[in-house]
């Protein structure tokens, strides 16, 4: 695998939504705990209380993410995920989002609406290489 593998996570909280269920919830599937998040508070739209969730790993903790992440996913996602690899990239980072409310429900779902927005970056040197060093990355699910 490649070993220098970075994850970046932002989750954005409404106040209707249980902040300690969506904590609960990384904890139980993605292995991450609260403490490892940075948590800002800011306002809506309408003056409504929305809580920012940001975590950032690295080295063992991210390749490990990474394994759990891919052994969540089924076939069929990791597939596509690798097909549009090169969409998803931009400056050595794949940008990917998974559904947050199926996460609560201890699923993982590759999503574009009500999304947990998870960057990988890993360095390319070479931007031809992107999809080959992106599908390695992919490959340990396998």
């Known amino acids: 695998m490649v070993s220098k ?4 996570i932002d989750v954005i909280v409404h106040a209707t939504e249980d902040i300690s ?3 609960q ?3 139980d599937v993605l292995e991450l705990k609260e403490e490892d998040f940075t948590i800002s508070e800011t306002v809506g739209h309408f003056e409504n209380p929305i809580i920012m969730l ?3 790993i690295q080295k063992k903790q991210a390749q490990n993410f990474m394994k759990i992440l891919l052994n969540s996913l089924s076939g069929e996602q990791i ?8 969409e998803r990239t931009v400056d050595s980072r794949f940008h990917m989002r998974l559904d947050k409310q199926e996460l609560v429900k201890g699923n ?4 574009e609406r009500d999304t ?4 990988i970056h890993t360095p390319i040197y070479n931007k031809k290489d992107t999809v080959k060093i992106f599908s390695e990355i992919f490959q340990i699910a396998n």
Do not use: A, G
């Not at 993982?108 to 999503?111: A, G, K, Q, W």
């Not at 947990?116 to 960057?119: A, G, T, V």
């Open 116 to 119: 947990i927005k998870i960057k």
């Open 25 to 27: 919830s990384f904890e």
């Open 79 to 86: 597939n596509e995920l690798v097909e549009e690899i090169e």
């Open 108 to 111: 993982l779902i590759v999503s």
């Open 5 to 8: 593998i970075e994850v970046t």
């Open 54 to 56: 940001n975590v950032k």
């Open 21 to 23: 269920k969506i904590f």
